[in-house]
């Protein structure tokens, strides 16, 4: 099982940035796929952007040339650096993380942290 816990979401004005980390923890455990998904009120969840093992990186147009996903393949975390925010990009935004463990490869949802972009 793999546990995902992240941090740095809040509340910042228009044009503003965010740091926000995801690290996976457990027990024997290969993370391969991480990512991070948002979810607007009365939306669907959509993915914001995710990074292979291999550092290969993709994008939502939307966020393209605003949002950095980026990880660290020792602690196990992920991280999306957001700047330019606008208020459309307000959301729960939430980890993804894709891993073998437990003779399984399965997906690993966070618990989600609030981003707020608001004068």
């Known amino acids: 099982q793999v546990q995902l816990v992240e941090s740095g979401g809040g509340l910042v004005q228009p044009g503003g940035s965010l740091r926000l980390s995801c690290a996976a923890s457990?027990?024997?455990?290969?993370?391969?796929?991480m990512g991070w998904y948002r979810q607007a009120p009365g939306k669907e969840r959509e993915l914001v952007a995710r990074?292979?093992?291999?550092?290969?990186?993709n994008y939502a147009d939307s966020v393209k040339g605003r949002f950095t996903i980026s990880r660290d393949n020792a602690k196990n975390t992920v991280y999306l650096q957001m700047n330019s925010l606008k208020p459309e990009d307000t959301a729960v935004y939430y980890c993804?993380?894709?891993?073998?463990?437990?003779?399984?490869?399965?997906?690993?949802w966070g618990q989600g942290t609030q981003v707020t972009v608001s004068s």
């Open positions: 457990g027990s024997s455990f290969t993370v391969n796929v």
């Open positions: 990074i292979t093992s291999g550092g290969v990186t």
């Open positions: 993804n993380v894709y891993a073998w463990g437990d003779s399984k490869y399965a997906g690993y």
